[in-house]
């Protein structure tokens, strides 16, 4: 796993800035007044951060952008990075801000100047997620992680205190970017579920069921995706168990660690893209290290199904019939919308055994999603108002875009079947929805339901505000968010 730089919080000592090798950072606020430890950094430079600050580059500056101060005079280290950040800076913007100074440190050892910056925490948060780069495949690693990280508070045990989440936040995300990130042949369900075992060195109880598993349970329409691979379908139960005697919260994902389409074989052009067709089993293993580094006060269980969807003579063919472990029949029409097939199965499994308290469902569901709301926002399809709420102000107070979608029995007009209980997609009209309505089968009159459709924000061609391109582990702050404002205490 990509391991996060090892920060640590130490107190003011003007006497050290001079001899500062790499990169020194420090927030200034639109009115351009400076600390101590500015204004010491302004005077070793002979005024050189008052003339940049005074300079109409840094005016017309946005807020959580940063600028560069280039091998100064007068001090050892190579740069000067001032990020622009008001006095009572939202959350959003203070990660933002951070996430600036991570796209510049560049593996470099880094001295941020934080003095009594109230956002610290989130500052630091923002520069540890963007400081990240996938490169477990790179002969010759053009990016060096052997800096270290400093952070000179002027009350360092308060920001201590105000960062004791980042590093387990961090890790969570930094698990679901690797393994969205990692090439189909690398993670193999097989291996995926080897790095999901080996979360139980956290606490966590990690249980693998096989195909004989799945076959006994009735899981036959999750094992229908995967039957023309020659790599094991597999689900994976995690629970971390740190509340009282509550039902759970259930997290289920979509694990396709590769997908061709199986006989309904995509286009060639953009499917090595496909890689990251687990990302909602990625985003749910995310969360369940964070609760763990963290030692949550809830109860969750996370049920990933790992598939691999390949077109083979075994592979199930359009106009097949199977049978659910609900009981209900689907006809296949298009093999390519396989991910239902998983999570269905895999949802009704977490509500038979584990009598959740509630339940969500992640998956790199449909390409219909991204037409909708591009690459800024997931799509949010629910039966609970309240617990949809909760969700989005989660989303939105951690900066990660989620959009309710609607549901409604009128789509379930599509899924209609002539030999079957239902159809596995409803045509290319609101196919987000009718995706949804298809889950929704699968969910228990009185169990209060989410499902996240986060084809469009799993992972993007270009950089985003705290990830460069590639995984975002979009998701792992809003569920943790969610979890700590609602299942906890």
């Not at 950072?25 to 204004?39: P, S, Y």
């Not at 075994?314 to 106009?319: D, K, L, S, V, Y």
Request: hydrophobic residues 45%; proline residues 4%.
């Amino acid at each position: 796993m990509t391991a996060p730089t090892e920060f640590s919080i130490v107190g003011t000592d003007l006497d050290i800035i001079s001899g500062v090798k790499g990169c020194i950072a420090l927030f200034v606020t639109e009115d351009c007044r400076l600390d101590r430890a500015g204004k010491q950094v302004d005077r070793l430079t002979g005024g050189a951060l008052s003339r940049l600050l005074d300079s109409e580059a840094f005016g017309k500056l946005e807020t959580g952008k940063a600028v560069a101060l280039d091998w100064p005079s007068g001090i050892a280290a190579e740069s000067v990075q001032v990020a622009k950040l008001p006095n009572r800076a939202k959350p959003v913007d203070a990660r933002r801000a951070g996430a600036a100074l991570g796209k510049a440190r560049r593996g470099r050892n880094l001295l941020v100047l934080a003095g009594g910056l109230p956002s610290v925490g989130d500052a630091l948060l923002g520069l540890m997620l963007r400081d990240y780069a996938f490169i477990d495949h790179k002969s010759d690693e053009s990016r060096p992680r052997d800096g270290q990280i400093t952070v000179m508070a002027s009350r360092p045990d308060t920001a201590l205190k105000k960062t004791s989440a980042v590093r387990s936040l961090t890790e969570g995300v930094f698990f679901t970017r690797d393994l969205v990130n990692a090439p189909s042949n690398v993670l193999t369900t097989v291996e995926f579920a080897k790095r999901l075992e080996a979360l139980g060195e956290l606490g966590l109880d990690v249980e693998v069921l096989d195909e004989d598993d799945l076959e006994k349970k009735g899981m036959r329409t999750l094992l229908a995706v995967g039957q023309g691979s020659d790599s094991p379908s597999k689900v994976v139960i995690m629970q971390w168990k740190g509340g009282g005697d509550e039902a759970p919260l259930a997290l289920v994902g979509k694990g396709v660690v590769f997908d061709t389409g199986g006989i309904s074989m995509k286009p060639a052009s953009g499917m090595e893209d496909m890689t990251m067709d687990m990302g909602g089993a990625g985003v749910v293993a995310g969360v369940m290290r964070t609760l763990a580094l963290r030692k949550a006060a809830a109860n969750v269980v996370g049920i990933v199904g790992l598939v691999e969807n390949m077109p083979d003579g075994r592979a199930q063919r359009p106009g097949d019939v199977v049978r659910s472990m609900k009981g209900d029949t689907v006809e296949v029409i298009n093999t390519d919308a396989e991910g239902r097939l998983v999570l269905c199965d895999a949802m009704w499994y977490a509500q038979e055994r584990f009598k959740p308290s509630a339940m969500v469902d992640l998956a790199t569901l449909t390409g219909a999603i991204i037409i909708g709301l591009g690459h800024e926002n997931a799509g949010v399809f629910s039966n609970d108002d309240g617990f949809c709420r909760a969700f989005l102000n989660a989303a939105e107070a951690e900066g990660e875009g989620a959009w309710r979608m609607p549901l409604g029995a009128a789509y379930d007009r599509a899924l209609k079947s002539d030999i079957a209980d239902m159809k596995n997609v409803g045509g290319r009209p609101a196919g987000a929805v009718t995706a949804a309505q298809f889950l929704k089968r699968f969910v228990k009159d009185d169990v209060p339901w989410i499902h996240l459709d986060i084809a469009g924000v799993a992972s993007t061609k270009s950089e985003t505000a705290l990830a460069p391109k590639g995984a975002s582990g979009w998701g792992v702050l809003a569920l943790n968010r969610l979890i700590a404002d609602r299942f906890e205490g």
